[in-house]
């Protein structure tokens, strides 16, 4: 046997983990939260990572995070992050804004008709910023929106037909833009009935007549006869909530001319006037409670085959409105509205189901 002696050695190398870091850049805004230093960041052999500097998001600058690793034996190469502390200057996106439907109190929730003097308004916003709310150019209310939603319940209002707009205001006092107009009549007289708020509408449309061009004027002028022609007292009954029938269908006819031409007006003219686009909601909502109603009154013929028939069709002609409105085409859906009305009137017409007659034997007799 042969003995060796001597000494035997090795020199394993490790290749070094690679650390990956994405984004190598990051901007926040002054006041943001604090980052995740690690976020976005590792390494190919899930070695350790430690990280040297911090990050003050309450004061401008740049910081500079440095990331390490090592596998136990061989370092990784030193990988930094630029952290870029600034002033946000972008403003939010204008608020939506809506009467909330609690406040509007006319014969539609969408008719931004109330007779509430201190109206709740929501809508949405950019979450955390502060929304005010305008009546004109007076402030009448603010709130923070939550979550990105936002409700503010306006100081005390008198009587009137206001113009109401929002804005919302970032942590860093950044402002939008105003919100859409949005036209409310406040009115404490009752609506309690239909001519009352076609009375509404038209006071609304001689309060912007005295606001326009000449040209506007008078195409206001001519409508405002035509919604005359509506409120006249031979198509209502003694409640002024319910037509007259046949001569009933002229109030939708004249209704119908009214907003047709109220929409020429807003897709010729260069401006959007709020009144206009509440004065047709305020219509389309009364010619719906007008079919509504006569389709409820039917209810109490059915049973009768041709009421039935004609009962169904009143249905149809509601639904058909209703997909006219998500048209887009308010007009449109006015003449829906009528047809239901008309056939609800057809159905009403149609006699009830008599008791049948008892049998001659069932006749008292007349004593001699």
């Known amino acids: 046997m042969v003995l060796l002696s001597g000494t035997f050695s090795t020199n394993l190398a490790f290749a070094a983990p690679t650390i990956i ?3 190598l850049e990051i901007t926040l805004e002054l006041n943001s939260a604090p980052p995740v230093l690690l976020d ?24 500079i995070i440095s990331y390490d690793s090592t596998d136990g034996t061989t370092p990784a190469t030193t990988v930094t992050r ?16 809506d009467l909330d439907e609690a406040s509007d109190t006319g014969l539609s929730s969408t008719d931004n008709l109330t007779s509430d003097t201190t109206p709740t308004f929501n809508g949405t916003a950019e979450a955390g910023s502060t929304v005010k709310l305008y009546a004109g ?18 100081s005390v209002l008198s009587a009137a037909t206001y113009i109401f707009t929002a804005t919302a205001t970032d942590s860093t006092d950044n402002t939008s833009l105003a919100s859409s107009e949005l036209s409310v009549t406040i009115d ?25 061009d000449n040209k506007t004027d008078k195409k206001l002028e001519k409508i405002i006869k035509n919604l005359d022609k509506a409120i006249n007292s031979k198509y209502w009954d003694e409640s002024n909530n319910q037509l007259i029938s046949k001569d009933g269908k002229n109030v939708f006819d004249e ?9 020429k007006i807003s897709k010729k003219g260069d401006l959007v006037y709020p009144e206009i686009t509440n004065t047709i909601d305020m219509l389309v909502g009364i010619s719906e ?8 009154d039917a209810q109490t013929f059915a049973g009768n085959k041709k009421a039935d028939k004609e009962i169904e069709k009143s249905n149809k002609e509601l639904n058909k409105a209703l997909q006219e409105l998500n048209k887009g085409n308010p007009d449109k859906a006015i003449d829906k ?15 009830k189901i008599k008791d049948p007659k008892p049998d001659k034997e069932d006749k008292p007799k007349k004593e001699k």
Request: no cysteine.
């Open 21 to 23: 870091v994405t984004p």
């Open 40 to 63: 976005g960041v590792s390494t190919d052999d899930n070695s350790p990572i430690t990280t040297t500097g911090t990050v003050d998001t309450t004061i401008l600058g740049d910081y």
């Open 82 to 97: 630029t952290y870029h502390i600034i002033v946000d200057t972008t403003a939010p996106l204008p608020p939506t804004l």
């Open 137 to 154: 150019a007076t402030q009448v209310g603010s709130a923070t929106a939550t979550g990105g939603s936002w409700s503010i319940t306006s």
């Open 188 to 212: 404490t007289t009752a609506f309690d009935s239909m001519t009352k708020q076609l009375l509404a509408a038209k006071n609304i449309l001689i309060d912007l007549k005295d606001n326009t």
């Open 255 to 263: 209704t119908k001319k009214v907003v047709k031409d109220l929409l």
């Open 289 to 296: 409670q007008l079919a509504t109603d006569a389709f409820n």
């Open 337 to 351: 509205y009528q047809k239901a009305w008309e056939h609800a009137l057809k159905a009403m017409k149609e006699k």
